[in-house]
Structure formats: C-alpha cells, structure tokens
C-alpha cells in the first residue's frame, strides 16, 4: 500500500527520489517531499562535462595509498566535438568527492586518440574499485599536467639544463638536453657511475619508467639500490 518511493539518477548527475501518493486511483509526486541529492557530492565550477572514472582494485588484496595510475583518453574526439581545448588545458582530475583536485601528468600528446595521462590517487581500497572522475570544458582553464607533483622523482629532461637538485654527473666531458633526452659524452665509462640521483629516493618498492636512445658503441647499466 503507498506511500511509494520512487529513485531514479538522471544525466549522471543527480538523484531523485520521489514520494508517490495515491489521488483517484492516480499516482502523484509530492513536491513537498521530493528531495534532490547530488551524485558525487561537490563538484568544480566552470567545467561543464565530467566523467566517472572507475579503477579497478578488485584482484588486490593490497591497499594502494599514493598511487599512480595510467589513464588513457581519447582527447582528439573531445577536441573535435568542441568540448576540450586544443591544448588539454582544461583536464582535471578529482577524488571521489568530485571536489578535491588530484595531481596528473599528460605523458603523451594532446588531440590523439589515446592520450596518455598519469594520475596520483591518494588511496585505492583492497578487493574493491575505485571512483575518481575527469573534468574538461572550461576555456579559460590552463595545465596544470605536473610529474613532479604525480610521481616520486621525475624528470622529462625538457629545458635547457640539467637540473643539479636531482642528478649528479661523473666523469663526464659534456652534455645537453635534446627533445626530451639528456645526451651524455664521456671518455671512459669504466671510472665509475656516470649519471646519480642527488639523493637517495627512499622507496622500499617502486616502478622505473624511463626511455633510453643509446648508439652502438654505447653500454648502459642502470642500477637501483
């Protein structure tokens, strides 16, 4: 017998519950108790599309606290739609509040089809998934991509130095930064490590990613202690 209640979510955005009262055999919407929740809670102003992005924690037993996840987005087609600026400018990321701004880092290239772009979650729980959400469509939005902020220790090698808060050179006769890669020339490698972090990173486990562009005459040796 009623009352009923009625809860449906429309546009990803709100949900609307509904109490239902019968009139002549006629089911109504009581105004005066129809209540209207925002799904996501909070949301940033001035970014009219969002998404819900959905990371999947399930096969883990493990709680991931700081961790960086890979997010591939096809930009070229939001660009194209006139939804996203020409320079992913207006991308942010949120936690599950849809309110508190997480650092990101756009590896690969904006207006491709699969845009790479890492993202720091702050805790992902174990056996379960996670919900953060995307943002895009504000024009006067500008980057906020970071690797500093997202990873650990990072460096792009862009600009035109060698950044001496992170890396120490030894024994090296030369180098420059071309196009993202630090170019080294040295004499003898056998003399001892050539390039060093500043300071030892700390981490008990991590992941390196890096990128090497080596000649044939050249031998690498990357050691983690």
């Given at each position: 017998s009623p009352p009923y209640y009625y809860s449906y979510v429309t546009g990803g955005s709100y949900e609307i519950t509904a109490l239902l009262e019968k009139t002549n055999k006629e089911y109504l919407i009581s105004t005066s108790k129809t209540r209207l929740t925002p799904v996501g809670r909070e949301r940033l102003t001035d970014f009219k599309y969002r998404k819900l992005v959905t990371i999947n924690n399930t096969s883990n037993s493990n709680n991931l606290i700081d961790?960086?996840?890979?997010?591939?987005?096809?930009?070229?087609?939001?660009?194209?739609?006139?939804?996203?600026?020409?320079?992913?400018?207006?991308?942010?990321?949120?936690?599950?509040?849809?309110?508190?701004?997480?650092?990101?880092?756009?590896?690969?290239?904006?207006?491709?089809?699969?845009?790479?772009?890492?993202?720091?979650?702050?805790?992902?729980?174990?056996?379960?998934?996670?919900?953060?959400?995307?943002?895009?469509?504000?024009?006067?939005?500008?980057?906020?991509?970071?690797?500093?902020?997202?990873?650990?220790?990072?460096?792009?090698?862009?600009?035109?130095?060698?950044?001496?808060?992170?890396?120490?050179?030894?024994?090296?006769?030369?180098?420059?930064?071309?196009?993202?890669?630090?170019?080294?020339?040295?004499n003898d490698i056998s003399g001892g490590n050539l390039l060093t972090t500043k300071n030892p990173l700390g981490l008990n486990s991590f992941i390196m990613e890096y990128a090497i562009n080596n000649s044939t005459d050249a031998r690498i040796n990357i050691y983690c202690s």
């Open positions: 961790y960086q996840v890979l997010i591939s987005l096809d930009t070229q087609s939001l660009i194209s739609a006139g939804k996203m600026k020409s320079d992913c400018g207006d991308i942010r990321f949120t936690d599950s509040d849809g309110s508190t701004q997480l650092n990101y880092w756009i590896e690969s290239g904006c207006n491709l089809t699969s845009t790479r772009i890492w993202v720091k979650v702050p805790s992902i729980p174990a056996n379960s998934n996670k919900t953060i959400y995307l943002y895009y469509g504000n024009p006067n939005a500008t980057s906020l991509s970071n690797g500093d902020n997202t990873f650990d220790f990072f460096d792009d090698f862009n600009g035109t130095s060698l950044d001496t808060n992170k890396w120490n050179l030894t024994g090296v006769t030369g180098y420059s930064l071309e196009a993202g890669y630090l170019k080294i020339t040295y």
